[in-house]
């Protein structure tokens, strides 16, 4: 009998799914991917827009284009998802499933911070988490007239633990571009111990030391209480207050509202397992930023692209053999390498493997110019998967 799985969410963590499962499944099965856009970017790029490197519609692929021909792609909002009667309810009308994956990612909860939704609305606040907050930061920068800017990380987790220290060292680069190097102080304000705090200690004082050549300053252990707009300022749990020109913060993340809705979250995430991809509730799996995934009870696995697209190939075999078909066990894996923008168009790399034992062995390679043109030449590669954009 023909059977049905459907995956919402057309992110990486729902592209690389469908893939997966379509060279697992025979070609009868439906496979249908649901989401509201039909424009994707990687997470790279939001740092590229917001440097002014590349423009959005130089950096967007449409899953509708990359997924024709082997998947149905439709372009809905997800309403919500009634596991007893696998259904999920959609603006185009309900669909039925054998097994659903949630890819929906994390939603961005600045409200609950008391201050910051404000700050973010009237422009003394910003952030790259977003497209349209990339853009509107961009042109807070090119507004900037020098001064104190506070990078602040709002709560653990978030997407891409290295993203906010690239993000410090692009806005220096551009304010010295602009001629106010001596005017700005940039300061890195985190939660962690140490930055990178699942990297280890050695990690973060390389980090913190190259951060500090390039004019960028690190604050460990402050959590982030509340911002007061209009006198510029932020408080934290410790009780220290400072005072800033520009806030770029880290807004909070939290899983998907439909996973929430439907009661699939522990906290503010999806619990999957690692081994599987399995939710708590049968026929429903989880995968990318919305999941909790745990290697250790302390330890969850960082919310980054190349993340979910590993989680999906587990979840894919995982799905593929519960459905009944003689497929491979899911190989583990939570190994990670991603690119650490600079300045002077140069890039690095964190790669790290999250299963070693006793703790993840994580490497910083620092930036380079080389490292760079590598990472636009993967970049080109990723555009390519679409055949418009790819070609352009
Ligand atoms: C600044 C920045 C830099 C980053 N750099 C890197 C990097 O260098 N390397 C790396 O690996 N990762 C990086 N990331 C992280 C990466 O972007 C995310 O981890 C990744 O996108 C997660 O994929 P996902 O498929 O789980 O979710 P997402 O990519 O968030 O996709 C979820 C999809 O679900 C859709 N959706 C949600 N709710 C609904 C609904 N109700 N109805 C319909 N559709 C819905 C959304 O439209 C979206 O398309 C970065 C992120 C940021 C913000």
């Known amino acids: 009998m023909q059977k049905t799985v459907v995956i919402l969410g057309a992110g990486p963590g729902g592209i690389a799914a469908a893939r997966a499962l379509r060279g697992l499944l025979p070609a009868d099965d439906r496979i249908v991917v649901v989401d509201r856009h039909d424009e994707q970017r990687l ?8 440097r002014g490197w590349r423009e959005p519609h130089e950096v967007a692929i449409r899953p509708s284009r ?17 596991p007893a009667a696998r259904r999920v309810e959609t603006s185009a009308g309900p669909l039925g499933y054998d097994a659903v994956l949630l890819a929906l990612g994390a939603e961005l909860v600045p409200e609950t911070i008391p201050g ?16 349209p907050a990339a853009l509107q930061l961009r042109e807070r920068l090119h507004c900037f007239a020098g001064g104190r800017i506070l990078v602040v990380i709002a709560r653990l987790p978030y997407k891409c633990p290295p993203a906010p220290y690239e993000a410090a060292l692009l806005i220096r680069d551009l304010v010295e571009e602009r001629g106010l190097a001596t005017s700005t102080e940039i300061t890195v304000v985190t939660p962690e111990p140490s930055p990178l705090a699942v990297a280890g200690p050695a990690v973060g004082e390389q980090l913190t030391r190259y951060l500090a050549s ?13 911002v007061d707009p209009r006198h510029r300022e932020v408080t934290f749990a410790s009780g220290t207050r400072e005072l800033f020109d520009l806030l770029v913060v880290v807004p909070p993340h939290r899983a998907a509202t439909v996973a929430r809705d439907a009661g699939l979250t522990e906290g503010d995430w999806v619990p999957a397992s690692l081994r599987t991809m399995r ?18 009870d302390t330890l969850m696995v960082p919310k980054a692209a190349v993340f979910a697209q590993q989680q999906a190939e587990i979840a894919a075999r995982d799905i593929a053999r519960a459905l009944g078909y003689d497929v491979p066990e899911p190989e583990i894996r939570a190994v990670g390498r991603c690119w650490f923008l600079a300045g002077r168009r140069s890039a690095g790399v964190i790669e790290g493997d999250f299963l070693a034992e006793p703790r993840p062995a994580v490497t910083f390679t620092e930036p380079t110019a080389e490292g760079y043109a590598l990472m636009e030449a993967e970049l080109a590669t990723w ?10």
């Open 214 to 226: 390039r004019g960028v300053s690190v604050r460990t252990g402050e959590q982030l209480v509340s």
């Open 116 to 131: 910051l939704a404000h700050a973010l609305e009237n422009g003394v606040a910003g952030h790259c988490w977003a497209l």
């Open 383 to 392: 555009l390519a998967q679409d055949p418009l954009t790819g070609g352009a």
């Open 66 to 82: 990359v997924l024709n021909g082997f998947v149905e792609f439709l372009p809905a909002e997800v309403l919500g998802v009634d």
């Open 279 to 296: 939710t708590n509730v049968a026929g429903v799996w989880a995968i990318g930023d919305l999941a909790a995934v745990r290697v250790r």
């Open 43 to 50: 997470g790279v790029s939001l740092l590229l827009i917001m």
